[in-house]
């Protein structure tokens, strides 16, 4: 694993402990886009599909990571939120399953950077997918908040 994936791997399971007990694993970054997986085993409901939560969980930490990606890019120290979201979930998801969140785009990092370096804070609307047998099986809308922290 790269070192900022790994940095990552590493700082979820220091900030966010429930990925240690959902298993959720950083399983690649590149060309702005994140993906987070997670086994089934520990996130099984009662149908023997996923629990909700734990699909709700892997897709907020994928845009949480992305932002977080983001941030050290550009050498920036902060602290992530995720301000509110939405989620839709499609279909059932039957095995292990990943996330994946996307840079919005060239023009809405740039704006998110900059206002971050100016005001110390700043929003950024993504958007999670976790798809099953190659058909989203749930989407997660939200919008995540950095907060400038000393070093």
Known sequence: MELLPQELQDVLRLEIPLTGAIGVQVAGYEAGRLTLSAPLAPNVNHKDTAFAGSLTAV?????????????????????????????????????????????????????????FRRRGVARLELRAEIHEAGQLAVELTGRYVAHRVQR
Request: a negative charge; hydrophobic letters at 45%; one cysteine or more.
């Open 59 to 115: 897709a907020t930490l994928s845009g949480w990571g992305l932002v977080w990606m983001l941030l050290r890019e550009a050498d920036l120290p902060g602290q992530i939120v995720i301000q509110d979201c939405s989620v839709r979930y499609l279909r059932p998801v039957t095995r292990d399953f990943a996330a994946t969140c996307n840079v919005p785009g060239t023009e809405a990092v740039e704006r998110f950077v900059a206002t």
